[in-house]
């Protein structure tokens, strides 16, 4: 049974960069299988996928949010990350790491961790 | 303005059953498979159905669901009152090239 566990900072100022770590357990991150992704969820609001990320370097991001999002892999450690660029108000929220299943048919989020709080303000 | 529709809420007694529906478009739930997600209040979304009608393991068959053209249902037989959180639905968006998800619904057992 696969385990994510998000952690990272949980205040960061405006203009700087979020960054999060998601360390998994009980499957490698080098799989053929899975992605491996990143969905937020803003205080009382509803989800947000950010991007789900292939360990070979295939990804899929959020067109509203690819340009100020990275996500990378370290096979070594079995983590992966989020980088967010110059945040603002509207990128606090509850982060959530996933395990995304890529297929023809269609992507779904089938494990997601316990989701780490962020909150931008200076 | 989430790119899936759910009504916000639904309720029913214990014992009873429920229907949340969601709606879009061929770009997305006419051309991809459904997946449902509970969210408890204050835990992690968990995936409740996949491929359109599929369980989890661990998911009681009092869940299924249903596709029909560019709508999605959930239901859920036998309430019980740790049935109530959100429940969101997802998909993939091909014009978007993006998961969507719907707005959610909260469910209460009355």
């Known amino acids: 049974q696969v385990q994510l566990q998000e952690s990272g900072p949980g205040l960061v100022k405006p203009s700087e960069t979020l960054s999060l770590t998601c360390t998994v357990s009980?499957?490698?991150?080098?799989?053929?299988?899975?992605?491996w992704g990143w969905i937020r969820q803003p205080p009382g609001k509803g989800l947000e996928w950010i991007g789900c990320?292939?360990?070979?370097?295939?990804?899929y991001y959020n067109p509203s949010l690819k340009s100020r999002v990275t996500i990378s892999v370290d096979t070594s450690k079995n983590q992966f990350y989020l980088r967010v660029n110059s945040v603002t108000a509207a990128d606090t929220a509850v982060y959530y790491c996933?395990?995304?299943?890529?297929?023809?048919?269609?992507?779904?989020?089938?494990?997601w961790g316990q989701g780490t709080p962020v909150t931008v303000s200076s | 303005q989430s790119v899936l529709t759910q009504p916000p809420s639904v309720s029913a007694a214990p014992g009873q059953k429920v229907t949340i529906s969601c709606s879009g478009s061929?770009?997305?739930?006419?051309?991809?498979?459904m997946s449902w997600y509970q969210q408890v209040p204050g835990t992690a979304p968990k995936l409740v159905i996949y491929?359109?009608?599929k369980r989890p393991s661990g998911i009681p068959d009092r869940f299924s669901g249903s596709k029909s053209g560019t709508s999605a249902t959930l239901g859920i037989t036998g309430l019980q009152t740790g049935d109530e959180a959100d429940y969101y639905c997802g998909t993939w968006d091909i014009s978007l090239s993006a998961v969507v998800f719907g707005g959610g619904t909260k469910l209460t057992v009355l």
């Open positions: 996933a395990r995304c299943y890529v297929a023809v048919a269609g992507t779904l989020i089938d494990s």
């Open positions: 061929s770009s997305n739930i006419g051309n991809n498979y």
């Open positions: 990320f292939f360990y070979n370097g295939d990804a």
């Open positions: 491929d359109n009608n």
């Open positions: 009980g499957e490698y991150i080098d799989t053929s299988t899975y992605y």
